[in-house]
Nanobody, 125 residues
Framework: QLHLVESGGGLVQPGGSLRLSCGTSGFTLDDFDIGWFRQAPGKEREGVSCITSSSLPEYADSVMGRFTISRDNAKNTVYLHMNNLKSEDTAVYYC???????????????????WGQGTPVTVSS
């Protein structure tokens, strides 16, 4: 059975950094695109970043230049490095997986099949 588990969330001051991890099991990570999403209180879930099975990244405009996504297939883990955090980054962060489609060279924020339970991130002084 396919599982994704997020970790690394917590409370951080504005301007600080966090590294989120998405641990996976039950499937071959090499074959999947992984996305990071977030949902703030009272708001809809939004895509933050994604990475293809061949490690091509995409970022939402709101996090471009501050967040970096990476993957270590040997460790079955995808990371989201978050720098210069702002109060508006406060949300529950989720990772999700979808089998890579060779019809597309880039990942998107749509049609993910498998989801983790989320890890909360609070940016506050």
């Amino acid at each position: 059975q396919l599982h994704l588990v997020e970790s690394g969330g917590g409370l951080v001051q504005p301007g600080g950094s966090l590294r989120l991890s998405c641990g996976t099991s039950g499937f071959t990570l090499d074959d999947f695109d992984i996305g990071w999403f977030r949902q703030a209180p009272g708001k809809e879930r939004e895509g933050v970043s994604c990475i293809t099975s061949s490690s091509l990244p995409e970022y939402a405009d709101s996090v471009m230049g501050r967040f970096t996504i990476s993957r270590d297939n040997a460790k079955n883990t995808v990371y989201l490095h978050m720098n210069n955090l702002k109060s508006e980054d406060t949300a529950v962060y989720y990772c999700a997986a979808v089998r890579h489609s060779f019809l597309f060279s880039r990942c998107t924020f749509s049609d993910y099949d498998y989801w983790g339970q989320g890890t909360p991130v609070t940016v506050s002084s």
